[in-house]
């Protein structure tokens, strides 16, 4: 017996772009964990190609799964990880927030228009510039969430994740170094609230040839752990 996919259309606003032209990976990612079962449990997402602007997408659900196409080409899928995220470890936010005075983007910036961690102005991109974290291998930056990105249910799973993906990126990075987004597993232990303060943090786990490795996580002023990540990144050739 074969289980017909439940399909439905996906268009990526230009806002929520990371490099120009094409779809911040976390926020794609969150947006598949939301699709998949809200994020509630922890989800694996792998791109397999850049996703598109304002196009419209197939967004297939099959048995366990959840796919994103364009035409023929498959951009992403994601599955349910029979696992709970943990993260890289707590900073307050008053040591987060004095991170960012050492993040490497505001010297060169890779993807100055990305969503996540881009120059765009306060209230259009989320703004999140992690530094180091003295006398640790972390990286770490506080978040301010905007009231712009809240959605009739609060901020949803695609801002979580986008909050997710470049920092882990940014916890490798040398000066003008660059990578894209492969995978991310993300996991949403309790909502974000519009208007709050995080502390979002970050530390590498290893690399491997192109690949980089790292785990992200998303704190509330108390330490308690809101959202984790897992990332791979891919260095270009």
Not at 37 to 64: C, F, I, M, W, Y
Not at 77 to 106: Q, S, T
Not at 188 to 207: E, K, M, Q
């Amino acid at each position: 017996m074969t289980t017909a996919a439940l399909q439905t259309v996906l268009t990526v606003p230009e806002r929520f772009r990371g490099p120009v032209g094409v779809a911040n990976g976390g926020w794609i990612a969150g947006t598949m964990a939301e699709a998949l079962n809200g994020g509630r449990s922890a989800v694996e997402v792998t791109l397999h190609a850049p996703s598109p602007l304002e196009t419209e997408l197939r967004l297939e659900h099959l048995a366990n799964s959840v796919s994103l196409s364009h035409g023929d080409q498959l951009l992403v899928e994601a599955i349910p990880v029979a696992e709970d995220l943990e993260g890289p470890g707590f900073v307050p936010f008053n040591d987060a927030a004095k991170a960012e005075a050492g993040f490497l983007g505001l010297q060169v910036h890779p993807f100055a228009e990305c969503f996540a961690c881009g120059l765009r102005e306060p209230g259009d991109g989320l703004r999140i510039f992690p530094g180091r974290v003295e006398g640790t291998d972390l990286v770490a930056a506080g978040w301010r969430v905007p009231f712009t990105v809240t959605g009739d249910d609060g901020v949803p799973a695609s801002i979580v994740g986008a909050v997710l993906d470049c920092i882990t990126g940014w916890a490798h990075f040398g000066p003008g170094e660059t990578a894209l987004l492969g995978r991310l597993a993300l996991q949403i232990h309790r909502p974000v609230f519009p208007g709050g303060r995080y502390s979002v943090v970050a530390r590498p786990t290893g690399r491997d040839g192109r690949k980089m490795y790292g785990q992200s996580a998303i704190y509330e002023v108390d330490g308690t752990l809101v959202a984790a990540g897992r990332a791979t990144w891919i260095a270009p050739r």
